[in-house]
């Protein structure tokens, strides 16, 4: 199964950490439902186009985090969540999402209300676009 997960070269933030995200925001989110068995290791890294240690990683924390179980012999596949963590990941990675573009604004220069109104036409496009 190959699952939708792209990741940035140019990112500052570390590649484990991308798709480390991506992943909880597909479980999250319900894309990835409960027993929805996820690729191999290996095969994950093929197709994220990353190294298997870094795969290997995001593997072991979504598991410790509760998100996937691996089952030996059979494969690691997704993990059920409660409605309130969902909820939690959910707004975690908005809210980073966020912080990312405050941030880089902050560097170009541009002040709160600037932020804002970027922030508000950018909520107004992408809802009169059909999200």
């Known amino acids: 199964m190959k699952i939708p997960i792209h990741v940035s070269e140019e990112s500052r933030e570390p590649i484990y950490h991308q798709v480390e995200t991506q992943i909880k925001t597909l479980i999250a989110s319900g894309q990835l439902l409960p027993g929805t068995p996820l690729p191999s290791i290996r095969a994950l890294a093929g197709d994220v186009g990353c190294s298997v240690i870094t795969t290997r990683r995001v593997y072991q924390n979504l598991e410790n985090a509760g998100f996937i179980k691996t089952v030996q012999g059979k494969g690691t596949f997704v993990r059920e969540i409660e409605n309130v963590r969902k909820e939690e990941t959910r ?23 600037e932020l804002g109104t970027i922030f508000q036409e950018s909520i107004k496009k992408y809802y009169k676009n059909g999200g």
């Open 91 to 113: 707004q975690k990675v908005v809210y980073e999402a966020f912080e990312k573009a405050v941030e880089q604004g902050m560097q170009l220069g541009c002040t709160e209300e």
